[in-house]
């Protein structure tokens, strides 16, 4: 157990870096406790709901009060992600932001780019008020936290989810079947100004020299991200290879560390697809709302798949079913991002638990020479 401000970022370091190498023998399991603190009736909204009126210096102020509030168990570590919602590019790019005042939800809308003909958008270099209010959170949270705790990345989005977000879903959808090669050009376009986006927050984060985050439980002592397609939920594994392979393997040949935010069962016919993608070094499986969870035993074939294939693996789940999971397949290379839910047991107790029957299976698993 470790608190912010006495966290061991050495050790941590090591056990990531064997972890990106596939040379740790065990897998990742990351849970924390927290204790109340006070914060302003704003606090735990998604940034972009946060009042105008709030200094960036104040958010970073409640952010640094919540993180060393927290006890991080196993390989968990302090973070703050700047969250202005999911594909939150979009409000950069001359999409709008929009907040719920009674809920913990964002979305974007077309902005200057409502009622355009498709072939008279161009995508402009990342501006106005969210672009400056994300940076300056960003700049906010890393002179506060300084070498404490990591400024976790905004959640940009994939291209065609910042695509739906300027055009509308429904009409992105018919601009697929209608227009491709305009989405050809605003794919490209929307890639462009992906990298220096993330770029510009590599320059405020990688100076504290902690590494990088994403909104997901990974962390990486290089450049990392969750990517994602969230739209490809709804078109084709053809389509999935025209307009978001590309956009993968773009990044990814830029970003040692970059991992993919599959999310729900509506996305596995592009799986052999992804897993193809060179580069691409984890999968991040989400299964969503109304299935068994990502630990459940049926996803083993997803999970297996997934390493059969080379690559990490990162889910969430109660810790009953890490355990059973530990307890029934090989987990290096894995992520477990969990909580107990086991009675009288605790989650520093938990993380202990695991790693017990992980190597307990790591071993069973072995063959009888290298034993000897």
């Keep these: 157990m470790a608190r912010m401000q006495d966290f061991d970022w050495t ?19 990351m849970t924390q406790t927290g204790s109340k603190v006070a914060q302003p009736a704003w606090w735990g909204r998604q940034f972009g709901g946060i009042p105008a009126e709030v200094s960036a210096e104040a958010i970073a102020e409640a952010a640094e009060r919540a993180l060393m509030a927290v006890d991080y168990h196993g390989d968990d570590f302090p973070k703050c992600w700047v969250n202005f919602g999911p594909g939150s590019l979009a ?23 409502a009622g355009k003909a498709i072939a008279d958008v161009r995508i402009p270099a990342p501006s106005g008020r969210w672009h400056e209010r994300i940076r300056s959170v960003t700049r906010a949270c890393a002179a506060r936290f300084g070498r404490r705790g990591v400024v976790g990345f905004s959640d940009f989005g994939g291209n065609l989810d910042i695509l739906a977000s300027l055009r509308e879903s429904n009409q992105a959808l018919l601009d ?30 990688e100076p504290l020299g902690l590494g990088t985050s994403p909104w997901a439980a990974i962390w990486s002592p290089q450049r990392c991200y969750m990517l994602q397609s969230d739209f490809c939920y ?15 393997a773009d990044i990814c040949s830029r970003i040692p560390h970059g991992f993919y935010h599959l999310d729900g069962k509506g996305e596995l016919p592009h799986l052999d697809l992804l897993l193809a993608v060179p580069g691409l070094q984890g999968v991040q499986w989400i299964p969503g709302d109304g299935n068994p969870c990502a630990a459940d035993p049926h996803w083993r074939s997803v999970l297996t798949r997934i390493r059969a294939a080379g690559k990490l693996v990162q889910i969430y789940g109660p810790g009953s079913a890490m355990l059973k999971l530990a307890a029934e397949m090989p987990t290096d290379g894995f992520v477990l991002a969990t909580g107990s839910d086991i009675p009288g047991m605790s989650n520093a107790e938990l993380v202990t638990a695991i790693q017990r029957e992980a190597e307990a299976t790591r071993k069973r698993a072995r063959p009888m020479a290298a034993v000897a």
Aim: proline letters at 7%; charged letters at 20%; a negative charge.
């Design 11 to 29: 050790a941590h370091r090591t056990t990531w870096s064997r972890w990106w190498a596939r040379d740790l023998e065990r897998p990742i399991v």
């Design 234 to 248: 709804m078109i084709s594994p053809k389509q999935f290879a025209r307009w978001v392979v590309p956009d993968l």
């Design 91 to 113: 409000a950069c790019l001359g999409g709008e932001l929009h907040t719920a005042t009674d809920t913990n939800t964002t979305w974007f809308t077309p902005g200057i780019h």
């Design 176 to 205: 697929l079947m209608d227009d491709p090669a305009e989405v050809d050009r605003l794919c490209r376009e929307i890639t462009a100004q992906w990298w220096p986006a993330y770029q510009a927050e590599c320059a405020i984060i």
